[in-house]
């Protein structure tokens, strides 16, 4: 079946494989052997066997395409990224204050979304920013020699790829180099798996699964097991990242059809050849359409080239009175959700794993037949 392409910021397009797949499924689940049991996924109790194997093999192949260290714990939780914003204060901030610390937490803010999680964090600790883009319009990440890092704190916040403003960190700080000796924590809701990471350099990585790995409802967090177990007393039982990492991901019922579509995924994108072979056809796609923006003179990315996100492209038509043209012509030829977020208007692609390059082809055509007719 040919489908348009979905340029959604999230939830986004899943590829079809892993649809067809979960449809051909839905009402009886095959085994590895092919042997059916007579439940669909979401039938399934997560204790069962079944659901067990599902759960192990994800978790396996999660692991294995992200390069997970042995000594980090991989948690399937929910609440999504925004969530997170709260839950890792709650787990992490305090895990210094046996040293006479007051629970605290530095936060560098390149966009949206980064600008929330420091904002959510000061209802759990002290916050500080470090480095802020904010008056400059998230235009461009400040660079690490200048950030204002303090001793003492328990974590630094980055978010690895800011979804709305399109900028991302294409290598993550090295706080030890920086002379910090906090944990570096890093929000990867929307470039998970889209590119290889650097463990050595993080603590903890949170996201949630809607963007790069399956539906909405599952939330990935990648913990070193030395930050577990400094849960402030009120933090909420399900949420603390322990009590989780103890139970398996099942203190409490996990989302289970959301584990079993990000596993579909992740089988996916090993038959595709892992992390390393997407991040190159990432590369690629990204190229291609900045370089048609670039190249045009009635379409333009603000950005700064060095830090220019490859999963969500953010772009202006210089004369905005064409965008309701734009954007009907554009569902017309099968390109769809470009029109870009509210807070910063204009279009915005989303160029996720589930993305081919046969896609931003074509939607670097429609850019450049609009701009003949309509230039
Ligand atoms: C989408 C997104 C979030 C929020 O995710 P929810 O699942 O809606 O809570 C947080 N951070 C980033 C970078 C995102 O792209």
């Known amino acids: 079946m040919l489908r348009p392409y979905n340029f959604s910021a999230g939830p986004a397009a899943m590829p079809a494989e892993v649809l067809a797949q979960a449809a051909d499924e839905m009402l009886d689940w095959p085994d590895a052997t092919g042997k059916r049991c007579g439940m669909g996924v979401m039938e399934?109790?997560?204790?069962?066997?079944?659901?067990?194997?599902?759960?192990?093999?994800?978790?396996?192949?999660?692991?294995?395409?992200?390069?997970?260290?042995?000594?980090?714990?991989?948690?399937?939780?929910?609440?999504?990224?925004?969530?997170?914003?709260?839950?890792?204060?709650?787990?992490?901030?305090?895990?210094?204050?046996?040293?006479?610390h007051a629970p605290a937490a530095d936060f560098v803010v390149t966009g949206s979304w980064s600008d929330k999680s420091q904002k959510e964090a000061r209802r759990y600790c002290d916050v500080h920013i470090a480095a802020s883009n904010q008056a400059e319009g998230h235009t461009a990440i400040p660079a690490a020699s200048t950030w204002q890092l303090r001793q003492g704190v328990s974590y630094v916040h980055v978010c690895g790829n800011e979804t709305i403003n399109g900028l991302e960190y294409h290598t993550l700080p090295d706080l030890k180099a920086l002379g910090s000796d906090a944990e570096l924590v890093v929000d990867f809701s929307s470039n998970v798996a889209s590119r290889p990471m650097d463990w050595n350099k993080v603590g903890l990585a949170f996201g949630g699964a809607q963007k790069n790995l399956g539906p909405a409802g599952l939330t990935l967090v990648v913990v070193r097991e030395d930050l577990l177990g400094h849960a402030m007393a009120h933090c909420p039982s399900a949420f603390d990242y322990k009590l989780v990492a103890d139970n398996g991901s099942m203190y409490n019922t996990p989302p289970t059809y959301a584990i079993y579509m990000a596993g579909l995924t992740f089988q996916w994108l090993k038959r595709q050849g892992g992390v390393a072979a997407m991040e190159q056809r990432n590369i690629a796609k990204a190229e291609l359409l900045y370089r048609t923006i670039d190249a045009s003179?009635?379409?333009?990315?603000?950005?700064?080239?060095?830090?220019?996100?490859?999963?969500?492209?953010?772009?202006?038509?210089?004369?905005?009175?064409?965008?309701?043209?734009?954007?009907?012509?554009?569902?017309?030829?099968?390109?769809?959700?470009?029109?870009?977020?509210?807070?910063?208007?204009?279009?915005?692609?989303?160029?996720?794993?589930?993305?081919?390059?046969?896609?931003?082809?074509?939607?670097?055509?429609?850019?450049?037949?609009?701009?003949?007719?309509?230039?």
Do not use: W
């Open 297 to 375: 003179g009635l379409y333009e990315n603000r950005v700064a080239p060095d830090c220019r996100s490859r999963m969500n492209v953010p772009f202006f038509l210089r004369n905005e009175a064409l965008n309701d043209a734009f954007l009907a012509g554009a569902k017309e030829a099968g390109l769809l959700q470009l029109k870009g977020h509210k807070s910063v208007g204009g279009m915005r692609a989303s160029l996720y794993n589930a993305m081919p390059l046969e896609g931003v082809q074509a939607l670097c055509s429609y850019l450049q037949e609009f701009e003949r007719t309509h230039g």
């Open 44 to 100: 399934m109790s997560h204790r069962g066997k079944e659901f067990l194997s599902i759960y192990t093999q994800a978790e396996a192949d999660l692991r294995e395409l992200l390069a997970v260290p042995s000594n980090f714990r991989i948690l399937f939780m929910q609440g999504g990224g925004l969530a997170e914003n709260a839950i890792v204060p709650l787990n992490l901030a305090a895990r210094r204050g046996a040293q006479g």
